[in-house]
């Protein structure tokens, strides 16, 4: 699970799709829509998934903070929303199904989706959701973030600047060089409007360094985990932190009934929420 492409999104997708049928209460996961973005043969793979493969699955630190991490960033979704963003943009969206379980909600809102992710990535995607139904909300970007530029992103941003927008970033920045996603948020700060929003998650200094070190990712993106950095970090960025927390945090408040000496805490992760200051 190296290589942020598709087949790593496939990966997760089949993790939350696994989650939405064999847990319950609040392990549950709450997308179950994404088993209609698996290939069939995958998706009654995970359907028919032996216990014992499943209780393998639950000791891996990463299987629930997966689940925890879908609700928390479901929440960001759902926040954007009831403040009255224009936009939610999602990069490195993957199989990520937001812009579709919330349909009714966007519509009745008017809030626009910009879906984006590497140019082969979002091709798949866009011909996933095809099989699922005519999602007209929802426009689609392809964007590398390795990319020293991102002009079709930035000509998109240059047409709707004028009102607030959410970024969301799920999953993205460990696969990122350091440089290239620190000049992505300078991207952002510059050119959305004050008071819009960023939420994405980062591998702490020190954690699994060499994840994400393959391809073109040759010095992934880290940050420390003293919440005084991050918010010096951003503020030179153009951001004000409104929000850290650990990933292993996040776990224990999102599913709090989790038996923790059975399911060790994931601890690589921390999340974080930006407003735009200028």
């Not at 997760?12 to 989650?19: D, K, S, T």
């Not at 991490?69 to 999602?90: E, Q, S």
């Not at 010095?219 to 991050?230: A, I, K, M, S, T």
Request: glycine share 6%.
């Amino acid at each position: 699970m190296q290589k942020r492409g598709f087949s790593n999104s496939m990966l997760v997708a089949e993790l939350r799709y696994i989650q939405s049928i064999y847990e319950t209460s609040e392990l549950q996961n709450p997308d179950g829509l994404v088993g209609q973005f698996l290939p069939v043969l995958r998706r009654w793979s995970c359907k028919w998934l032996s216990q014992s493969k499943i209780a393998v699955l639950r000791t891996d630190p990463f299987y629930y903070y997966l689940d925890a991490r879908t609700k928390y960033y479901d929440k960001v979704f759902l926040d954007a929303i009831a403040v009255n963003a224009k936009y939610i943009i999602n990069v490195g969206c993957g199989t990520d199904t937001r812009a579709y379980r919330f349909e009714h909600v966007l519509r009745q809102k008017g809030v626009k989706v910009l879906e984006c992710d590497q140019p082969k990535a979002i091709q798949i995607k866009q011909d996933m959701v095809k099989r699922v139904g005519n999602y007209g909300h929802v426009t689609y970007v392809s964007i590398d973030l390795n990319d020293d530029t991102w002009p079709d992103f930035e000509h998109w941003l240059g047409k709707n600047s004028t009102a607030k927008a959410v970024v969301i970033m799920e999953g993205v920045s460990p696969y990122v060089n350091t440089e290239t996603f620190s000049g992505f948020l300078q991207l952002l700060a510059r050119n959305l409007l004050s008071g819009s929003r960023v939420a994405y998650d980062f591998k702490l200094r020190g954690s699994a360094d060499e994840f994400g070190l393959v391809g073109r990712t040759q010095r992934p993106f880290r940050l420390g985990g003293g919440r005084e950095e991050l918010a010096a970090f951003h503020e030179q960025l153009g951001f004000r932190l409104d929000h850290f927390e650990r990933s292993s945090e996040l776990t224990m408040h999102l599913l709090a009934n989790l038996e923790k000496p059975t399911h060790p805490l994931f601890l690589e992760d921390a999340l974080i929420q930006l407003e735009v200051t200028h």
